[in-house]
């Protein structure tokens, strides 16, 4: 590595909640700069699962983030001429960064909607423990656990 490591910036609290996890998250949703368009969306879906669950909207966004973090993943690692899978912890903010991905993937993967009803439906089948995203949890961590013997790799 040349240089010095970035310095972390600071994420800004969503005007709306005050908090730095749905900050992140809105500039996760972002599309070609149009935090507006995002901040929309996501306070959109917030309204619809309100609306849908009697609940309110971040008790379900933060069941569903702790649905669809990862605990370990598979890390590709060349020894002695053949690659092997090995599985790894996933580090708290690598956490995070997975289950918007994989929340927001499979939000754009739906056809039909509007974005703010998909990604409504998508945190609420994740709060539930069900929906594409958790599939895709489920997947990384069945991959690391097929690939235990090959820990002694980490480093």
């Known amino acids: 590595m040349r240089g010095k490591k970035a310095p972390r910036r600071k994420i800004i609290n969503d005007p709306k909640y005050g908090l730095p996890l749905v900050g992140k998250f809105i500039n996760y949703v972002m599309n070609s700069g149009k935090k507006q368009t995002a901040q929309r969306v996501v306070y959109q879906a917030f309204d619809i699962i309100e609306e849908k669950t009697k609940k309110p909207p971040m008790e379900i966004f933060d069941e569903a983030i702790k649905n ?44 039909g909607r509007s974005t703010a009803e998909k990604l409504a439906q998508e945190l609420m089948l994740a709060a539930d423990n069900e929906g594409d995203a958790v599939k895709k949890k489920q997947d990384v961590q069945r991959m690391a656990e097929a690939n235990r013997a090959f820990a002694h790799f980490a480093r």
Request: glycine residues 4%.
């Open 68 to 111: 669809v973090s990862p605990l370990l993943e598979v890390k590709s690692k060349r020894v002695g001429g053949a690659n092997y899978q090995v599985p790894l912890q996933v580090r708290a903010e690598r956490r995070v960064q997975l289950a918007f991905r994989w929340i927001i993937a499979a939000t754009r993967a739906k056809k």
